[in-house]
């Protein structure tokens, strides 16, 4: 955790209950040593590190502070820290200091501190931890985003939880957060998912690379149901693509409703398929082609990935014509540009 210290908030300092806190006593105490003459007057910097130790047998706070400022003050780190300990072990809310190592300085808060700390929490309640780190920050969150060719499974759930927890920690820090789901409807996968329907509608097996389960046979009699068609009266082509366009929204609708009942809602559920029937995909190709991230070479369209790290570049639109997975990802980070997310 890196705080970052206002140092005329220094001499307001009157209880230390967290990090920021501790981190603002650091730096008074260094002033206050400045203004002694214990330490020559330097600029102190900006940032002040406190984080917890890796074994919280060491304490409950840990700072590099000694070893971030002996060279502002000509000391080795461990001769400052020795100057430092004492001094922080002065304060009333800490129980014990020891030094480690090369000069890292382990702090431990008395029980008091700690129940403070509880009553503070309490007496908050919902407005605790509220802050305004990340305010006016337009930001865009896209989590689970799992392929609409199954139930949401327990993986998808997790990750909604970790998303969902993240997106109100980062409200809490003043940002505006969009919460999105990618819903992958289109490519090969959904190819797939339209032949299993229709296979198991026929009462044939699944195909060799596509899904089973019994899922596959519910949709399908779901999607018989819900077309008001002989579906299995039209040539497979047809009656295919009938599978994947209402196969593929009754799947949307099961799991934005499985992820409604596990209690997370998203903002926006975005669609691959609208990147690809609209003009996005060729509007990004055009944009990068213009910045000269985009050659052609073996009747492909590539992007010079290799610019940025990548360890090859990579095809966007293949040699027959269709566009690569990677296509849709650069026409979607372009539109999340365009409606203004700066994260």
């Keep these: 955790m890196l705080i970052v210290l206002n140092f005329s908030y220094l001499s307001r300092v009157r209880q230390i209950l967290n990090p920021a806190e501790l981190a603002a006593a650091i730096g008074h105490i260094l002033e206050k040593m400045q203004s002694a003459g214990t330490l020559p007057s330097a600029q102190l910097p900006a940032e002040i590190v406190v984080e917890r130790p890796r074994n919280r047998e060491h304490g409950d706070w840990a700072t590099n502070a000694a070893m971030q400022l002996a060279p502002v003050f000509g000391l080795t780190p461990r001769a400052l820290a020795e100057l430092?300990?004492?001094?922080?072990?002065a304060l009333e809310?800490?129980?014990?200091?020891d030094i480690a190592g090369p000069g890292f300085i382990?702090?431990?808060l008395n029980l008091a501190s700690a129940g403070l700390l509880a009553k503070t929490i309490v007496d908050a309640g919902s407005t605790y931890g509220v802050g305004?780190?990340?305010k006016g920050l337009k930001m865009n969150l896209e989590f689970v985003s799992a392929n609409p060719t199954g139930p949401i499974h327990m993986g998808g759930t997790r990750w909604a939880a970790a998303g969902d927890s993240l997106a109100r920690l980062?409200?809490?820090?003043?940002a505006a957060v969009t919460r999105e789901y990618y819903f992958n409807d289109h490519g090969e996968q959904i190819d797939r998912f339209a032949r299993s329907l229709l296979a198991r509608a026929k009462g044939l097996?699944?195909?060799e690379d596509g899904y089973g389960g019994a899922y596959i046979e519910e949709i399908a009699n779901q999607v018989i149901a819900k077309s008001g068609k002989d579906i299995l009266a039209l040539p497979d082509e047809q009656a295919q693509e009938e599978f994947r366009s209402v196969g593929v929204e009754l799947m949307f609708e099961q799991i934005k409703q499985s992820l409604h009942e596990f209690g997370v809602d998203f903002d926006v559920y975005f669609h691959e398929n609208s990147l690809h029937e609209s003009d996005a995909v060729s509007r990004a190709i055009a944009r990068l082609r213009e910045l000269g991230h985009v050659f052609d070479q073996d009747g492909a369209v590539w992007l010079r990935s290799t610019e940025f790290g990548d360890d090859r570049d990579r095809v966007i639109i293949k040699?027959?014509?269709n566009a690569a997975y990677i296509a849709g990802d650069l026409a979607y980070y372009l539109d999340k540009r365009e409606r203004g997310f700066e994260r």
Excluded: M, R, Y
């Design 84 to 89: 430092l300990a004492p001094q922080i072990q």
């Design 93 to 97: 809310e800490v129980s014990k200091v």
């Design 106 to 108: 382990n702090i431990s």
């Design 132 to 134: 305004e780190t990340l």
């Design 170 to 174: 980062l409200e809490f820090q003043g």
């Design 205 to 207: 097996p699944a195909p």
């Design 319 to 321: 040699s027959d014509g």
